[in-house]
């Protein structure tokens, strides 16, 4: 049915084509196809193409009929794409009318705002940068009231225009899953269904750091402390006029980070910790940003596919490490190298990265029982484990090679929908009109045809085609004439022209036969089958006049 609504037909004066009818009785066919017949997704894609049978130049002409996919009845931007990224499907998402249509937007419209929008996260990590990792190494110790008062100006962006707007993307995504009752299980937990995004989930992460940073800020510990000691000595500094000028003269700058309730406690240590890690997450949210390349997109996406497999080898090297440390502890030994499970595990974590010095061998040479544990753990970490750990990362490399760009058009896709929802309904429309989806394509050279689709040109050898992909029918064209018969694609009428050719061959060879065995008989049988045979002759030749 979906092959025969989206034939192109054609008479001597018009062009007949049921794409049209199609999407506006069925807006949602893509839906309802993804969730209960994907298997026909290719043949109603495949019909929103037309190729020439011609080729001028090694180009061939191709027609793409995205009217539908792009915008719905109302001219606002289709659910299509985001009904196949659902899918989740990575071979019917490079289908050539998904990738033609999803690559105009993206490049024509969504990449622009994107970028727009990643601009401001890229600047707020140039300043986190700056404020955590370069002032505070300039003239370390001897820092200048410039360079604190630049510090501070830093941080207190980072704090209101970094984390207020993470804030802000985190409550609104909470109420609106909360509005919808969009929640999922994890264990016993039931979680906003938006967290299931690891970049969602970044950001939350790095909210909470930068809100713990927030509350262990060092300037704010130091400005509260100075702020006390001129509260204290503003009384005395009025009888002592000489005494309160030395006290301001040796005062600390107001944005300086070292001062008695900072130094001398670990809440520096544990500022700086949290830095690191909100570091890390500054730099792995901008992974997003190779979505501008499918290639290295791609990349990414399997190395974040077979980290599992690395985490497999992990696991198995932390129960060895462990296992033999603690073998080892109970060995009657003066190895100080593994004197104790701790020592134990660190020296054989020192083993299995190459980092355990060389010299220390020596004394475990003395050791004859450490010496064969130590090297059955080699031989089983380094030799088996590291092996085994790189034919698993090239077997799951192998299973998700030929998907692995079907993904990264996946995840396009998905930034794609997101993006466009904030695009304004100007914008869009403004947009549309640039693809000019109303005008007539042509077939061929100076064959109008039908509108609503886009025409590429094509290298002739990427998809060969001798037919004509439209039906054309001659005759008269009135209304009072009814539609010609098509001949020819009925599985039926097939069928029944084999089996009459079979039969028909099949009746020969059965006359050969019967003439062959009366060729051996007397003079009057052979004339009697001479007779006999003329007459299932002609008998024959009435049959198959009669067919």
Known sequence: MITDLLTIRADRDNYYYGCDELFTRHPEV????CADAAALLPTLLDGLI?????????????????????????????????????????????????VLFSDMVWGRLASRYFFLGRCYFVFTLIVFITSQSILQHLNEGHESEAQQI????????????????????????????????????????KIPEYLLDMQNMGSLALLIILLLMCT?????????????????ASAPAASEPAASGNLHAESPSLFTQHCPSVDGTGRKDAYAAMSMFAMLLYWGLLIDLTIFSMRISAYTLV???????????????????????????????????FAGIPKGALSLLEIALGMFPTEHFDTIKNEVPVLVAVSVFIIIVIVFLLNLLVAQLNGAYQAIYNDMVGYARLNRGSI?????SGVSAKRWDRFLATLKLDERLEFNEGDIGLAGGMQVLEPSNANPTTVDAIRRFGGSTSAAVPWPEEEGN??????????????????????????????????????????????????????????
């Open 216 to 232: 262990q800020e060092p300037i704010f510990y130091c400005a509260g402390e100075q702020a006390g000691r001129r509260l204290a």
């Open 303 to 337: 190395c974040g596919r077979v980290l599992s497999e690395v985490g497999l080898f992990l696991g198995g090297m932390c129960f060895l490490i462990i296992a033999f440390s603690s073998s080892i502890s109970a060995l009657n030994h003066k190895s100080k190298d």
């Open 150 to 189: 630049a510090t501070f100006l830093c941080r207190l962006f980072i704090y209101l225009g970094s984390m207020g707007q993470l804030f802000i993307n985190q409550a609104r995504r909470l109420a609106s899953d909360c509005k919808t009752k969009s929640f999922v299980s994890v264990g016993c937990i």
């Open 490 to 547: 009925d599985e039926d009428d097939k069928f029944e022209r084999l089996e009459k050719v079979i039969l028909r061959a099949t009746k020969k060879m059965g006359g050969d036969g019967s003439k062959k065995r009366g060729g051996g008989s007397s003079s009057m049988g052979q004339s009697g089958s001479g007779s006999g045979g003329s007459a299932g002759g002609s008998q024959g030749g009435g049959s198959e006049q009669e067919e």
């Open 30 to 33: 893509i839906q309802r196809l």
């Open 50 to 98: 037309w190729r020439s049978r011609l080729a001028i130049n090694a180009q061939r002409r191709v027609n793409y009929y995205v009217k539908h996919v792009i915008q719905d009845g109302d001219g606002k931007f289709n659910k299509a794409l985001e009904w196949l990224v659902d899918g989740q499907d990575p071979k019917i998402i490079c289908h050539p009318v998904v």
């Open 416 to 420: 794609i929908v997101t993006t466009i």
